[in-house]
């Protein structure tokens, strides 16, 4: 049965995961603001679910401000450009509610 194999299930939990891990590391490598259009590109996938996954860590999605773009060593050019912006303090998104039915 496919509980005793010893085949290792890659599910979507998983894929998640290990999306989030990988981007846990953009991140720190990219001075906590990552272009999320490479990386969506990269893994061909859209910019929108990358950019949820982003969001559920706590990153705000948004162009980088003068200060942010000097603090980081880019061009002014790089302001068109929207990333996952990680700060202090870390706010995470809403759970939504659940809607009762009458």
């Known amino acids: 049965s496919a509980r005793t194999s010893s085949k290792s299930q890659f599910t979507s939990q998983k894929e998640t995961l290990l999306l989030t891990y990988m981007f846990a590391l953009c991140l720190r490598v ?3 603001a990552t272009n999320t259009e490479i990386i969506a590109k990269d893994l061909s996938q859209s910019t929108q679910s990358i950019n949820t996954l982003f969001k559920s860590m706590g990153c ?3 162009k980088l401000t003068v200060a942010d773009l000097k603090r980081l060593g880019l061009p002014d050019s790089a ?3 929207k ?3 990680l700060k202090v303090p870390l706010e995470f998104p809403k759970p939504r509610g659940k809607r009762r039915h009458g």
């Open 30 to 32: 990219d001075d906590y």
């Open 60 to 62: 705000q999605i948004t």
């Open 83 to 85: 990333r996952a912006l």
């Open 79 to 81: 302001a068109e450009t």
